[in-house]
């Protein structure tokens, strides 16, 4: 696991929050996803290249619930995940053709969880996802089980990008909570941002 610290510089920080402000209010754009009982997860999400299903944990063309097709991933999206990529030598290079946009309100957070829906090939393989931080600041989780108390704690701060491959590749990790007002006020000036976080999640299916 290896975290880099302020990689996303402003410019491309502010591109990706109008991309995603723009994509979010399209065809396939952000919702509140729901498990089988109907209980929603505590943030708003949006599918890039393939759409994700919360109730069969699977991977499809378009969304079940309103037949969605999912959005393609910018080219500048990609090209910012494989730069991260490619820095780090302990990880092999990956062709994204997954990106899920999670945007969380200040209230927002996510369970400890594993990312193990992809290919059984991508797994064995370790290939590495490639997590992206927007706005406030976010405490983030990691360790290997679910038990939140025997986590470990980092903060995610605007333009971290953090790389999960090879043993570390299912980790549990999730998101305890969003700091308020935390975010650059360089970019709520120029992107309006509301509160919150975004965290784009780059995988190789």
Same mark, same amino acid.
């Given at each position: ?28 754009? #952000?919702?509140?996803?729901?498990? &089988?009982?109907?209980? &929603? ?49 302990? #990880? ?31 797994? !064995?393989?370790?290939?590495? #996802? ?6 406030? !600041?976010?405490?983030?989780? #990691?360790?290997?089980?679910?038990? &939140? ?41 120029? !992107? ?14």
């Amino acid at each position: 696991m290896v975290l880099l610290k302020g990689f996303v510089k402003p410019e491309d920080q502010i591109g990706m929050v109008r991309m995603c402000r723009q994509l979010g209010k399209g065809p396939g754009g #952000f919702y509140r996803p729901s498990y &089988k009982n109907g209980a &929603k997860l505590n943030l708003w999400m949006m599918s890039l290249g393939r759409n994700w299903d919360l109730t069969t944990r699977s991977y499809g063309p378009t969304r079940p619930f309103d037949g969605a097709q999912a959005p393609t991933i910018p080219d500048a999206f990609k090209m910012i995940a494989q730069t991260a990529n490619s820095t780090v030598n302990e #990880f092999p290079q990956i062709n994204p053709d997954i990106c899920i946009v999670n945007y969380y309100t200040n209230s927002g957070k996510l369970g400890l969880h594993q990312d193990k829906d992809e290919s059984e090939s991508s797994l !064995t393989k370790g290939l590495p #996802f490639i997590s992206i931080s927007i706005g406030d !600041t976010a405490e983030f989780l #990691f360790g290997n089980t679910r038990d &939140k108390d025997q986590a470990t704690k980092i903060n995610l701060e605007s333009g971290d990008v953090l790389i999960l491959g090879g043993e570390s590749r299912l980790l549990f990790h999730g998101v305890s909570h969003v700091k308020t007002d935390t975010a650059p006020s360089w970019l709520k000036e120029e !992107t309006g941002i509301r509160p919150g976080r975004i965290n784009l999640t780059f995988r190789q299916y």
